[in-house]
């Protein structure tokens, strides 16, 4: 049987765009950028967008398509018996580590949407609105059920394969995101003293920028560009030989870019506008932002947009991270892709319970001082996609066959633009650029320095 592959380029771009446009981009990039210097955090953030996570997109792409293969296929085809396949295994992990914790805060964004058709914010104050955040996160079956929801709707786009399951999905989803984030960009913008916001959010304010600031961005650039797990490797093996990767991989990064700059757009007018503190993390989202919604006049409406958005965000996330899984057993073992992915979502989604439950009944558990829930994510945020980030960098600068990497930037010369520049600049952020950079990270990362 033909292998599965994307069929269009509007949706292969909105396939990757929405892998990497999610959670990360909605709720953790408005509020880091806000507290780290805004405008200053803003500048460090998109050279390491341009000069570590473009070339390392590039790269994952390379891989892919070259080998038309999951993420460890890929590396065996490419190295035998070396032990290189070994970023592959940690792709692997990395996917159902961060599906696991993903499908959580998705399940909450959903029960949010929830809570805003019902009106349950209505005349509550920060208080109650924090308790009844804590109340769901702490419930032993509630969050639950909307997480085995959130995984049954990624499990069904991944079942039905590329061109019929993730292609078309992201094709109706993208939109569907876009439509939502410029609504509620309109919304906040229009509210009085939306500038105090764009203030917060944009201003540089250079005293904030620390050592940890520009770590903080480097490490998210990875997160929200999907890379270091094989995920673009993954939708890369589904590219056809006519696409141009290198556009490709630039029109995604300024999509998750562009989208990352709406959300705190959005975000921000509104929150200062009602006068809020802006909250950080969760509680931006779950505290700050409810607060705002009842007091805003059809606030409801607003709310349930603003959760579907959140919610749509983070199911073109999800598709992506659970078809590395999938991918990877369909091939190598023959097996029936629904089956596959029927038992690999119950796997996830049973990791996920306990990460569900480590914000409750199970708080006391933790692994190096951490809940299960929060030591899934830094493990994966800290841990595995710079040191896979890392290794694919020096794949692909030292061990890979430079004409492979020629052939797949050039679609084997049908593009000739391609100069001789771009491959030496190429080579160099993947050979000593990123490496280094991406090596202070992962120290930093681990507290070694
Ligand atoms: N890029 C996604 C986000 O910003 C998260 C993600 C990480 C998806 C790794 C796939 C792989 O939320």
Redesign the pocket.
Same mark, same amino acid.
């Given at each position: 049987m033909a292998r599965d592959s994307f069929k269009s380029r509007l949706g292969i771009l909105a396939a990757a765009a929405g892998?990497?446009?999610?959670?990360?981009?909605i709720w953790?990039f408005p509020h880091i950028t806000g507290t780290n210097g805004g405008g200053a955090f803003l500048i460090v953030y998109l050279v390491c967008i341009v000069l570590i996570g473009l070339p390392i997109m590039i790269s994952e792409f390379i891989i892919g398509r070259s080998t038309k293969k999951n993420a460890i296929g890929a590396f065996r085809e490419l190295a035998p018996k070396t032990p290189w396949s070994i970023i592959g295994w940690m792709g692997l992990l990395?996917?159902v580590v961060?599906l696991s914790f993903?499908g959580v805060v998705a399940g909450w964004c959903m029960h949010y949407v929830s809570n805003s058709i019902t009106n349950s914010f209505a005349g509550k104050s920060v208080t109650e609105l924090s308790n009844m955040f804590t109340s769901l996160i702490s419930s032993n079956w509630l969050p639950i059920i909307w997480q085995l929801l959130f995984m049954a709707i990624t499990g069904y786009i991944v079942a039905a394969g590329i061109k019929n399951g993730i292609e078309k999905y992201s094709k109706i989803l993208m939109p569907l995101m876009f439509l939502l984030i410029i609504i509620l960009d309109i919304r906040a913008l229009t509210l009085d003293n939306a500038m105090e916001g764009i203030n917060f959010l944009f201003k540089p304010k250079f005293n904030e920028l620390t050592l940890d600031a520009v770590f903080l961005a480097l490490g998210h650039a990875f997160?929200?560009? =999907?890379?270091?797990?094989g995920?673009m490797l993954t939708y890369g093996s589904y590219i056809n030989d006519g696409e141009n990767l290198k556009s490709t991989a630039v029109n995604v990064s300024i999509a998750?870019t562009v989208i990352a700059l709406l959300a705190g757009i959005a975000i921000f007018p509104a929150v200062f506008s009602y006068g809020i503190k802006p909250d950080t993390g969760a509680g931006l989202a779950f505290i700050s932002l409810p607060l705002v919604f009842e007091q805003m006049p059809f606030g409801n409406i607003f709310g349930i947009l603003f959760f579907s958005l959140l919610a749509v965000?983070?199911l073109t996330? =999800?598709i992506?991270?659970l078809e590395v899984i999938v991918a990877y057993f369909t091939e190598e073992f023959n097996m029936s892709r629904t089956k596959v992915t029927v038992f690999s979502t119950l796997f996830v989604s049973i990791i996920g319970i306990l990460c569900s439950l480590s914000n409750g009944i199970l708080k006391e558990y933790t692994i190096f001082g951490m809940t299960f829930m929060n030591f899934m994510e830094y493990l994966?945020a800290n841990i595995l996609?710079p040191l896979g980030g890392l290794l694919i960098c020096l794949f692909v600068g030292y061990y890979m066959d430079k004409k492979i990497i020629k052939d797949q930037l050039r679609n084997k010369g049908s593009i000739s633009s391609i100069s001789s520049t771009f491959l030496v600049i190429f080579l160099l952020l993947v050979k000593f650029i990123s490496p280094i950079a991406i090596l202070i990270v992962f120290l930093k990362g681990i507290n070694l320095i």
């Open positions: 892998s990497a446009i999610g959670l990360g981009n953790r990395c996917a961060i993903y997160f929200t560009l =999907s890379l270091g797990m995920t998750d965000a983070a996330s =999800s992506s991270i994966s996609l």
